[in-house]
């Protein structure tokens, strides 16, 4: 009884706002007009991010000490210029260079330049006094002079070397952006030599160049979630009249969409692309609901007034229902470590609202106008008032294989529950063995110029991917702490076939010395001597050292992972001096965080999912029930897509550790949608086979062809240029079609027998207590 005074109370609430849409559509229109004007200023806040914040959180330990210790401190943003000649040491080479390094050296974001120009031109002036290139044979004897950490740090080979142009830490990116694009133009201005050419790599230009590419690539896979979406409706849902208006009201929906995002301050990456095509999918479902049940009521002989009432009055909160079932999956994704997966959750719980107020309200006035126009005109012709009746509903096909799919499922319940159980729990099982991916270099465009220039400096330098160990003491030239330095690196490249090499202040000493020596004067004499633009990148005002690992290329994120443990453990058995303090950080560790998240975070967001959607649910309709049947069928998809990804040989990301509560939000409102349905002819007094076999035959359909344009709005992602996206894409297209089939085949024997088993009970309870009044 209460759960049917709640039930009215939602409908006489609903009916109430259906009754405020039919007196003030024109009304409710222009406020939805003015607020997609209001969100257009909200859209140019938008921030595009892909840094290292969007994989760890700023407040986390492992955050700080990248941010505190690392990157204000020795981590600036470094553009490298690669440049390829037959011979970087020629004079008129490293000339050239030398125009470059004082040209963009101007620039009032550029701290430092540092390149073999400056270098040879710094020890030229110790020698002759002058601050010019030399010829070419004091080239030779200079560059023979240097040690060899210099010389290999900026010329590897003799057909190759870098100019590093630093940036400091802070720098916003839009001002990152005019420094690389002045690079450009500079490199185009010098007079490089006839067969020198030079281009600017490194992770700002990649990163700078990802986020272009990302505006990009979203606004194809926009128009193309567009363009499926309209065939989808020609197909699905050419039946009623104006069956693509859908398209325009879920427009508005995205609008709104990315004004809210920019007002909330959520930005824009590459997890959060993804949720476009989403709501273009889960947006055209919320408006087929509707436009469904007003062509329904039309058909019933209803007038345009009656019609948009009813339709408020019962589909709103159904579908109202749904939406809060999607929304509860997404609130799992809140309590993910990655701000990406966070930001992606909120975005779409922040959309797949908005878009269903878009259907209620712009998509229902739309449609009431045109109705009442159309009675208007058949009234004027027909000289009395008509309601505009439809075609009076019949059994379509597809109704009628949906219904005997479910009835055979409903009297079936042992096998399909099996089958559906084992084929879950070995899917579960699978999903444990699905590896992770971290890798920003895995999720782009493998043919983008950005990353291939990246790949081929990587390829040039050996290498440039790094483990950064930070030294911290009362001054870090003590010998001791130089010695530990040294002796540290050896160790680990000795012990790590990942570490392919490392720098430090104490290999820099080394390599001039040949030991370090065991008096500070010495050492600071040795120092003194060096170019201070090269001791600057691995000392800082005397308290502060760093020491770079370098990395083997490729490594995988499991890899990368065994590595930073090996490097953790070396360093607790292998300790510092005392009073010295040793922090292992750096871009490459902050990265393998995530494989936590991606792993045992993503168990714990999909197990989260469930549980929230099922307490929502007994919430709502304070029957365990419900509730449970709501819930089961997508537990069993879960399973099923851990399968998916084994067999697909795929990985976790950042965007498909979502999977588990997209996957349970999504599959939910398919679930609730026949729930609602078959309770509803149940109140009417069919017996559980038959209402089930009702539900099935009226909702069903409308359930396929929802489904379908999720489908079809998912599909977009696949044809997306990043791998992330595209790999999202192609598991969640099954995803959904995973919890179409277990909403038409799991769903079925779980309710109808739960539901006969607990009206057995009661049944049973009224007759004891019959047997206890008549005794």
């Known amino acids: 009884m209460l759960v049917l005074t709640d039930r009215m109370s939602a409908k ?10 039919e007196k003030w559509p024109k009304g409710i229109l222009l406020v939805a007009i003015l607020l997609m ?36 401190n020795f981590g600036s943003e470094i553009v490298m210029v690669l440049v390829d000649s037959d011979d970087v040491r020629e004079s008129e080479v490293l000339s050239a260079i030398d125009d470059f390094d004082i040209l963009i050296d101007q620039d009032k974001d550029v701290e430092n330049v540092i390149s073999m120009a400056s270098l040879v031109k710094d020890t030229a002036y110790l020698v002759t006094g002058r601050t010019e290139i030399p010829d070419d044979d004091t080239i030779l004897e200079i560059i023979d002079q240097l040690p060899s950490a210099y010389v290999d740090q900026f010329m590897p080979d003799n057909t190759h070397t870098i100019i590093m142009v630093q940036m400091p830490g802070s720098i916003d990116e839009n001002n990152k952006q005019r420094v690389l694009s002045q690079i450009e133009r500079t490199i185009e201005v010098v007079d490089f030599p006839v067969g020198t050419t030079a281009v600017a790599t490194g992770d700002p230009a990649f990163m700078i160049a990802m986020s272009e590419e990302m505006s990009s690539s979203l606004q194809t896979m926009l128009l193309l979630a567009f363009i499926l979406m309209i065939f989808a409706l020609l197909v699905v ?47 055209a479902d919320y408006a087929i609901q509707f436009h469904s049940r007003i062509e329904e009521e039309l058909s019933k002989g209803e007038s345009a ?29 809140l309590i993910s470590s990655v701000p990406m997966i966070q930001d992606f959750g909120k975005m ?7 878009c269903y107020l878009a259907s209620m309200f712009v998509l229902v006035p739309i449609l009431y106008i045109l109705d009442r126009r159309a009675e208007k005109k058949k009234c004027s012709d027909s000289g009395k008032h008509a309601p505009v009746k439809q075609a009076k509903p019949k059994e379509t096909a597809i109704g009628k294989q949906i219904s005997r799919v479910a009835m055979f499922s409903a009297k079936n319940p042992l096998i399909i529950i099996a089958v559906a159980s084992l084929l879950a729990v070995a899917g579960l099982y699978a999903d444990e063995h699905v590896g992770v991916q971290t890798e920003t270099k895995d999720f782009v465009p493998q043919d983008m110029q950005a990353l291939q220039d990246l790949d081929k400096l990587t390829s040039v330098m050996g290498g440039i991917d790094q483990i950064n160990i930070i030294v911290k003491a009362d001054d870090v030239l003590d010998p001791d702490v130089l010695q530990w330095m040294v002796d540290f690196a050896q160790r680990e490249e000795e012990s790590n076939a990942h570490i392919t090499g490392s720098s430090s202040i104490g290999s820099l000493i080394y390599s001039s010395y040949g030991s370090i020596p065991s008096d500070k004067d010495t050492i600071s004499s040795i120092v003194d001597s060096m170019s201070s633009i090269v001791t600057e990148q691995y000392v800082e005002g005397g308290s502060l050292a760093i020491m770079n690992l370098k990395l083997e290329n490729d490594l995988s994120s499991e890899q990368t992972s065994t590595t930073i443990k090996l490097i953790e453990n070396d360093q607790q058995w292998y300790t510092p001096p005392p009073g010295v303090s040793v922090t292992i950080t750096g871009s490459k560790v902050t990265s393998n965080s995530i494989i936590g998240a991606l792993t045992s975070g993503r168990t714990q967001m999909g197990y989260l999912g469930m549980a929230i959607i099922f307490l929502g649910m007994l919430v709502i309709y304070k029957d365990w029930l419900k509730a449970l049947s709501t819930i089961l069928p997508i537990v069993m998809v879960t399973g099923w897509i851990g399968g998916v990804m084994y067999l697909l040989d795929m990985a976790y990301n950042p965007l498909t550790a979502t999977l588990g509560a997209l996957a349970i939000g999504i599959g939910a409102e398919f679930t609730i949608l026949m729930l609602e349905r078959y309770f509803e002819e149940r109140d009417g007094g069919m017996e559980p086979y038959a209402a089930m076999e009702k539900a099935a035959s009226s909702v069903g359909p409308a359930i396929i062809a929802s489904g379908s344009t999720v489908i079809f709005g998912f599909s977009a992602l696949i044809i997306s240029s990043f791998p992330m996206l595209s790999d999202f894409g192609k598991v969640t297209v099954i995803a959904v079609a995973f919890s179409l089939f277990s909403t038409v085949v799991v769903l079925p024997p779980i309710m109808v027998n739960l539901d006969i088993w607990r009206s057995g009970r009661k049944l049973s309870e009224i007759n004891m207590e019959t047997n206890k009044v008549s005794i």
């Open 37 to 72: 004007f209001v969100a257009f200023q909200g859209a140019d806040l938008i921030e595009h991010k892909s840094g290292t914040d969007t994989f760890v959180e700023k407040d986390s330990g492992i955050y700080q000490d990248y941010d505190h210790l690392y990157k204000q």
């Open 305 to 333: 007034e009656e019609a948009i009432i009813d339709t408020i009055k019962y589909t709103g909160p159904a579908v109202g229902v749904a939406v809060v079932a999607t929304c509860l999956g997404f609130v799992a994704l």
């Open 348 to 354: 779409s719980l922040v959309g797949v609202l908005l």
């Open 237 to 283: 849902f050419r039946h009623v009249r104006w069956c693509l208006l859908p398209i325009p009201v879920v427009l508005v929906g995205l609008i709104w969409t990315f004004g809210a995002m920019g007002f909330l301050s959520i930005p824009m990456t590459m997890a959060s692309m993804a949720v476009f095509p989403i709501l273009i999918g889960l947006g």
């Open 12 to 21: 006489t609430i609903f009916g109430k706002i259906g009754s405020f849409i």
